[in-house]
């Protein structure tokens, strides 16, 4: 029981550590797990495409994940978890029934509404297609909202390659180009070989009309921004989800500070203009 | 208050009273004491607690205590603690859980009353920055908020700055201008040791009225700012404050980083000790048969690898990023996020680096080579 006299060290709703159950786990690479979180029962969860949650495992700590599921779907929480650390190979061993900790969401997402009656390119690199999921749903599910839709996608191998029935799925459909590539095909690869920036090659963008959502390794973002410059998109239209380590996810460990910014907060996407003094710096 | 009211005068010898007014209203009182070679905060039961007729002796890299031939309350300047210990601690334990599902978040006590005396005029700015960090952000710091809420600010304004102060040009002393709830300044003087107050809240005014005072005389008053003057022209070390955010935007490239990293040994000792750093970061502590398990936030570091570490390595693995990083959100990228720098002049960085790096200095010598290096600004 709180008395009057203490405070709770949890302000806000989304702030407070609650516990989801799995639903379903999918397998989606070698070290890559699609997490499903249902909500306590009687609770949903909404987010905006781009948002991320805390996550933490029992006893081993907390991490951020952005969300990778249909915003529409109140009820199952995905996030796609690659395991390079130790909370992330806890999170990824777990099973239908388990028990994670969830904080969120938290950050600002994609510009959905600024970017309504536009043509929409989204460049994706690994597991930097896990926020842009969510923009595909939305897309999907309200097309006649939005201009043309194009996914440029590249993975390291084919083996690499995330939510594959749903790429293929998204390739069927006639209201919007995917295009797949890896660094390094194997014996069954018959598609694209190269990095994804490679893939501009076969799109023809409107620069007028275009919003760029950019989501990868660092230096991957770096040569899509550059390869976007060249097709004359202005750097307002360009946006980027941005990485740095995280404690808090609310803007006061410190940890992801970037520039004048708190990525956790004023991010995980920025427009462009936003970092472009900062964004690819060396060790910044 | 208006602040322009007649400053008043109490005796040194009844600033024990103003203590044991405190005490009566509820304040832990907590103040300057010497331990260990150093001043440092903690609870004070009386004035006796002070550091009486003690001074300091810091420079780049040092720190020394020596006797002063009169009776000084105040006769020191800052030491390597800072108020931010007791409104942001150094550890918090923020969870317990069960691993049957019990989440405890834990409570601060929203009841409690902290008095903190002596406050530096740099620190009553310290304070501000980080009621603006923790406080009136998107999530305010609930710890923060519960032990910020009563705070009684007994003010003291520097009349002997220290060698590696430069808060005059900092803008944030000798003298404090606000945000006080009393504000003295000691006067030594052959007919006798006083305190000259200005009174800043009501909640001051209180006080003061709970010890004997009078109203400062003419004298008193031209006493106090002629010693107030003379500090600020003592006040040896000083940053040129005008155009330093866009002088170091300019320069993120630049030698000098690379050249206070072969002195930096990225031990953090300047961000423990700085009055307005308040990066945090979150360990898990367990029971051995995982049945139990904490989460604990402590102070943490930029200088640190672990700090910017994300899969694959750190972001910032040299120590020139780190320094490069600390220094630029001290003196610009704060200026953006919260409206001020993050530094007050408080000189503690320096006094505290082992290896006596002095940011007035580093920021002198960026500025010498300003745009050297050539970079793509847009």
Redesign the interface.
């Known amino acids: 029981m709180?008395s009057?006299?203490?405070?709770?060290?949890?302000?806000?709703e989304e702030?407070?550590?609650?516990?989801m159950s799995v639903s379903r786990v999918v397998k989606e690479t070698l070290d890559t797990y699609t997490i499903y979180l249902k909500p306590k029962a009687g609770e949903r969860f909404s987010f905006k495409p781009g948002q991320f949650n805390m996550l933490y495992a029992?006893?081993?700590?907390?991490v951020p994940i952005s969300i990778s599921g249909d915003p529409e779907d109140r009820d199952n929480v995905a996030h796609t978890i690659?395991a390079?650390?130790a909370v992330?190979n806890s999170l990824t061993r777990l099973r239908e029934g388990g028990?994670v900790?969830v904080r969120g969401p938290f950050g600002r997402g994609w510009p959905m509404e600024e970017a309504m009656g536009k043509d929409i390119v989204i460049v994706a690199g690994g597991i930097g297609l896990a926020p842009l999921r969510p923009v595909v749903y939305q897309l999907i599910s309200k097309r006649q909202d939005y201009g043309k839709v194009f996914i440029l996608y590249g993975a390291r191998t084919p083996n690499d390659l995330l939510y594959k029935k749903e790429l293929k799925s998204w390739k069927g459909r006639m209201d919007m180009d995917v295009l797949v590539t890896v660094d390094k095909g194997d014996e069954t690869w018959k598609g694209n070989v190269g990095v994804v920036t490679m893939l501009f090659d076969y799109v023809k963008l409107d620069p007028d009309n275009t919003y760029a959502f950019v989501c990868g390794p660092e230096i991957m973002m770096r040569f899509t921004v550059i390869n976007l410059k060249n097709k004359g998109l202005p750097d307002d239209k360009i946006f980027l989800s941005m990485?740095?380590?995280m404690?808090?996810g609310?803007?006061?460990?410190?940890?992801c500070?970037f520039?004048?910014?708190?990525v956790c907060?004023d991010g995980p996407v920025f427009r462009y203009t936003q970092v472009?003094?900062?964004f690819g710096?060396?060790?910044? | 208050m208006s602040g322009k009211e007649r400053p008043l005068l109490i005796n040194a010898q009844d600033f024990d009273g103003l203590l044991s007014s405190l005490k009566k209203l509820g304040y832990t009182t907590y103040g300057p004491t010497v331990r260990d070679g150093a001043v440092i905060y903690d609870v004070v039961d009386s004035a006796n607690d002070l550091p009486i007729g003690i001074g300091d002796v810091q420079g780049p890299g040092s720190y020394r205590l020596r006797r002063r031939e009169d009776g000084a309350l105040f006769g020191y300047v800052v030491g390597p603690h800072s108020w931010k210990r007791f409104l942001h601690p150094p550890t918090?334990k923020?969870?317990t859980?069960s691993?049957n599902?019990k989440?405890l978040?834990?409570?601060?006590?929203?009841?409690q009353k902290m008095a903190f005396l002596g406050v530096r005029p740099c620190e009553l700015q310290a304070i501000r920055i980080l009621d603006k960090?923790?406080l009136e952000?998107?999530?305010?710091?609930?710890?923060y908020?519960?032990r910020r809420k009563d705070v009684f600010l007994l003010a003291v304004n520097c009349v002997e700055p220290g060698e590696n102060c430069f808060c005059a040009s900092m803008g944030t002393g000798p003298e404090a201008k606000e945000g006080f709830d009393l504000c003295l300044t000691e006067l030594l003087r052959p007919e006798g040791h006083s305190f000259l107050v200005k009174v800043g809240t009501e909640k001051g005014k209180e006080l003061i009225s709970s010890v004997p005072h009078r109203q400062a005389n003419d004298d008193e008053i031209e006493l106090a700012s002629k010693l107030l003057a003379l500090s600020r022209e003592r006040m040896k070390k000083k940053i040129e404050i005008n155009g330093l955010k866009d002088l170091l935007?300019r320069n993120?490239e630049h030698p000098h980083w690379d050249e206070v990293a072969k002195r930096c040994l990225a031990c953090g000792n300047c961000t423990m000790v700085c009055p307005t750093c308040?990066?945090?970061?979150?360990?898990?502590a367990?029971d051995l048969f995982?049945k139990h398990?904490e989460?604990w936030?402590r102070w943490?570091t930029?200088f640190s690898r672990e700090?910017?570490?994300?899969?694959?390595g750190p972001?910032?693995?040299?120590i020139?990023?780190r320094y490069r990083?600390w220094l630029m959100?001290k003196m610009a990228?704060w200026v953006?996020?919260f409206g001020t720098p993050g530094c007050v002049g408080c000189g503690r960085c320096i006094t505290w680096c082992p290896v006596g790096i002095d940011i007035t200095e580093e920021v002198k010598q960026i500025g010498k080579r300003d745009g050297e290096v050539k970079v793509k600004?847009?």
């Open positions: 709180i009057s006299g203490q405070a709770r060290l949890v302000a806000r702030a407070a550590l609650k516990w029992f006893g081993v700590g907390e690659r390079v650390g992330t028990r900790g990485e740095r380590n404690k808090c609310i803007g006061i460990c410190g940890h500070q520039g004048p910014y708190f907060k472009k003094n900062f710096r060396h060790e910044f | 918090v923020l969870y859980i691993s599902g989440i978040a834990s409570v601060e006590n929203a009841n960090v923790l952000g998107e999530y305010p710091d609930p710890v908020a519960a935007y993120l308040f990066c945090t970061t979150v360990s898990e367990t995982l398990a989460r936030r943490d930029c700090f910017s570490y994300i899969h694959g972001i910032r693995y040299s020139s990023a990083h959100h990228t953006d996020q600004v847009e």
